[in-house]
């Protein structure tokens, strides 16, 4: 299922697409492609820590309505800054993602997006692997590549 790519070859997207991430079984997550955020995040309603013998696994309830613990054993923290000027420090883990055909480890921020339109944001760190984006088009890689709106 993974696309091969040449140094020349880059796949096109959206401004918005569909994404799945199949280690936790959500498909079809609506995202906004950003190339103005360095770093990707995923929404999270409440995030904590347990210990598991000697060690630290951070949980989380990932993307919206869920009551699914996903516990991930390797985690940082990290400062970023938003689009309003602010940082903030938050946790950070590693996730496969699928964009078509495409699919990828990288690294998302955790933090509450109840108040933004997208549960997903991918920023730049993602998108420089192998993507570029036409934000004149919406859904390329998982739909039918309609004109966004104004």
């Known amino acids: 299922m993974n696309q091969s790519l040449t140094a020349t070859k880059k796949i096109l997207l959206g401004g918005k697409e569909k994404v799945h ?5 959500k498909h079809n997550v609506l995202a906004r492609i950003d190339t103005g955020a360095k ?20 949980c ?10 996903t516990r991930f054993k390797k985690f940082t923290m990290k400062e970023v800054k938003s689009s309003n000027g602010i940082s903030q420090k938050r946790y950070a883990i590693k996730l496969r993602v699928r964009i078509g055909d495409f699919e990828t ?17 991918l920023g730049r760190k993602v998108l420089r692997k192998a993507f570029i984006v036409d934000v004149s088009r919406n859904f390329i890689q998982s739909g039918d590549g309609t004109p966004a709106e104004n």
Request: a positive charge.
């Open 60 to 69: 989380a309830f990932l993307l919206r309505k869920t009551t699914q613990v």
């Open 105 to 121: 480890l990288t690294e998302f921020t955790l933090t509450n997006r109840d108040k933004m339109s997208y549960p997903v944001l």
């Open 21 to 25: 991430f199949e280690e936790i079984n």
């Open 39 to 58: 770093t990707s995040s995923i929404h999270c309603e409440k995030v904590w820590v347990e210990r598991e013998g000697n060690k630290k696994v951070l």
